[in-house]
């Protein structure tokens, strides 16, 4: 896909998926940010970046870990996102925390360095997720820490077939590269690539857990990575990718919801001093 349509297919589908994509996908994402956080090893009073922050879901934690002294600067190529996440920073009186619309891969930020820098599930959509690290490593102190988490190897991720389905009635991919970085070792030549050294990483195996149908369908076409094809699809269209991806996961139902099998992969690195 050409970099230029990618990016705005990956703007616009988020700001359509920003008021389903909490409820679909905050309970399922929790594990893998966890780890992330975890291996990041954030410190009270440390500056820290937020890449393709969403919602606020990691960055919101994150102001929890740094405390009142620390700093949290979010971005998003997302303009709803954006705005949803200023809104939730404002209703529960974070003035710590700002975010901005940006491309992970030209943060313009006018700041000081910072100490750690972390990206949530976002690197799959960046054409070019080297250039998106080594803007994360660019904007650290010297010996800051850098950290991403991605979605793990495609057969290991039961509700994978929602991009066949939906690219079999599009004109181009939605996600051409989603679980390339999943993929062996991958997201740590990722960050080789990208400057950083002592590299390390670790897989996480997790069920994604929906109650119903209309939950796991919520999650899988409005409120995540298909949302703007999705929104695009007539009535007729959306019965059937409905059918079809029901049928391609029926194997994990549970009662009348399911666990649907999925796999992440976060690393962490260093700047150079």
Excluded at 30 to 48: C, T, Y
Excluded at 97 to 102: D, G, P, Q, V, Y
Excluded at 230 to 248: G, I, M, N, P, Q
């Amino acid at each position: 896909m050409d970099p230029r349509l990618q990016r705005r297919v990956q703007r616009y589908g988020w700001d359509k998926a920003v008021g389903e994509y909490e409820a679909g996908w905050r309970a399922q994402l929790e594990p893998a940010q966890s780890l992330m956080l975890d291996m990041v090893a954030l410190q009270p009073g440390e500056h820290v970046l937020d890449t393709a922050c969403g919602t606020g879901l990691v960055s919101f934690r994150i102001v929890d870990a740094v405390g009142e002294n620390g700093v949290v600067v979010g971005t998003d190529i997302s303009g709803e996102m954006v705005e949803t996440a200023r809104r939730l920073a404002a209703e529960r009186s974070i003035d710590n925390a700002s975010f901005e619309r940006l491309d992970a891969e030209d943060l313009s930020l006018d700041c000081d360095p910072f100490d750690a820098a972390v990206c949530g599930l976002g690197l799959m959509y960046v054409p070019n997720p080297v250039k998106a690290v080594e803007e994360m490593r660019r904007l650290l102190k010297p010996g800051g820490r850098a950290a991403a988490a991605v979605w793990g190897a495609r057969a290991k991720c039961g509700w994978a077939e929602i991009f066949p389905i939906t690219d079999a009635r599009v004109t181009s991919e939605v996600c051409p590269m989603f679980f390339h970085l999943g993929t062996g070792d991958m997201l740590s030549h990722c960050f080789a690539e990208a400057g950083c050294t002592d590299i390390r990483s670790e897989r996480l195996e997790m069920n994604l857990v929906y109650a119903s149908d209309d939950d796991a369908l919520g999650a899988a076409f409005r409120g995540g990575p298909v949302a703007l094809a999705y929104k695009r699809f007539d009535d007729a269209t959306k019965r059937a990718v409905h059918t079809e991806y029901l049928r391609s996961i029926a194997d994990y139902r549970v009662g009348e919801g399911y666990e649907i099998p999925g796999e992440f992969v976060v690393a962490v690195g260093i700047n150079p001093l």
